[in-house]
């Protein structure tokens, strides 16, 4: 019999945990796939004395993770502790640079250091292993380094954040305001008690930085990423796209062109019919563009114990196994360092929701902004007149570009007449 893969496991919170249980209620399951048997020989947490509900005799209790990496009898460390940086990063460090391979759901330090990270792995001859960092129990990262390897993958729409989707789903279901349904998300356990992450469309960012380094092969680049999150949406955004014929979802969205890529992270309108506009509550979905195999999507559970466990236990399956790969699906020397797709190329058409004070001239001046922009409008919707109260505009353009969308919002905005910033959203029409 092949000797057991030994490993230790870095952080028993929610993900570290579920990984445990895993292995265990899976125990026969995952021996037999992987080949040989997987013992989890030594796992590190802040708190020594916490009851955490599962059995760890004879598996040794490390004080400071970062010790895992000096032991000979552990030969992969799955970092389920958290952090762009910290210790996290210093564990993952010293595990590359000691032999050790890594198993990570961490997207933030993969995010900021998933380049030098793959660098030292591959000094080092060992691997990166990060399917639980994106969409958890959606294998989108074998997907696209396996499944799709022979094609250009042309373009990437996911949705990435479960926090944002229940979010945007329940506001639209029972016609509530981002503030009530957040509070009732962290009640649930859906959003983290500091939710920003989540709701300033970070963690999508981290996470689409990730993917479109694997589906293009270029290297990650979140520092300039223009990323916009939910909170400024209001129930009359989302009533108003539904009588559009949309729903509104935070989109990772990212397209590569002639050697040159483009990535944003935007609450966009997507078609109510669409598969994407179909993926509610806490569910992920990533839909793709291929030149061979065409488009598909792929949908699930994207966080939680389970489906989280179930990404890091394929990556400990594909360990055992010897099946690995860079992380970044190429050594990181033949990534390209693209430029980036500027705002003036990236044409769509907008939704817009301007909320003006109802006087005399105000369509006349925004039809002008628009007008000194080569903005024309597709379709207009303007409620009621109340003199005391800011009315509605809300206005469908026809396709335009980026950077023209960009200033004539801004010049918008100052306008004297509007009550509050204008919502400005992107159309996609996904099918
Ligand atoms: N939760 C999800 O659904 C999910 C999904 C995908 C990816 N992820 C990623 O998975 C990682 C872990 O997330 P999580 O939700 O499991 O976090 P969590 O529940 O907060 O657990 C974090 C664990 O790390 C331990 N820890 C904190 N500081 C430590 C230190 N200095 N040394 C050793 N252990 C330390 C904590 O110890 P104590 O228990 O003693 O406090 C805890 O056990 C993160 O990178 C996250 O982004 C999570």
Known sequence: ???????????????????????????????????????????????AQKNRGVDLSGVSWVTDARDMTERADISAIVEVIGGEGGISLDLAHKSLASGKHLITANKAMLAHH????????????????????????????????????????????????????????EMRLSDRSFKDVLAEAQTKGYAESDPSFDIDGIDTGHKLCLLSSMAF???????????????????????????????????????????????KVMPCLVPSSSTLGN?????????????????????????????????????IIDLAQGKTRPLFGVSVDRLASASMIKPQEI???????????DQAGVIAE???ILKDHHISIESMIQRG????????VVMITHETNESDMASAYAKMARLSFMASPPTQLMIKDIS
């Open 114 to 169: 998933g380049t030098s990270l793959a660098r030292l792995a591959e000094h080092h001859n060992v691997s990166v292993l990060c399917e639980a960092a994106v969409a958890g129990g959606i294998p989108i990262i074998k997907a696209f380094r396996e499944g799709l390897a022979g094609n250009h993958i042309r373009a990437l729409y996911g949705i990435l954040n479960g926090t944002c989707n229940y979010i945007l789903t």
């Open 1 to 47: 019999m092949t000797t057991p893969l030994r490993i230790g496991i870095a952080g028993l919170g929610t993900v570290g945990l579920g990984v445990i249980r895993m292995l265990r209620d899976n125990a026969d399951l995952v021996t037999s796939r992987a080949g040989r048997q997987i013992d989890v020989v030594a796992v590190s947490a802040r708190d």
């Open 347 to 357: 044409s769509s058409r907008f939704y817009m929701h301007l909320r003006v004070k």
């Open 366 to 368: 925004i039809s002008s």
């Open 385 to 392: 007149r109340n003199p005391d109260q800011a009315v509605s």
């Open 279 to 315: 993926v509610e509550g806490v569910y992920n979905a990533v839909f793709y563009e291929t030149d061979f195999a065409g488009q598909g999507m792929m949908s699930g559970r994207g966080a939680g114990a389970d489906p989280t466990a179930s990404a890091i236990v394929s990556d």
């Open 217 to 263: 092969g270029v290297m990650p680049q979140f520092s300039h990423m223009p990323i916009t999150g939910i909170s400024h949406l209001t129930p009359s955004d989302i009533q108003y796209a539904g009588e559009l014929g949309y729903r509104i979802k935070l989109l990772g969205m990212a397209k590569c062109h002639d050697g040159k890529v483009w990535q």
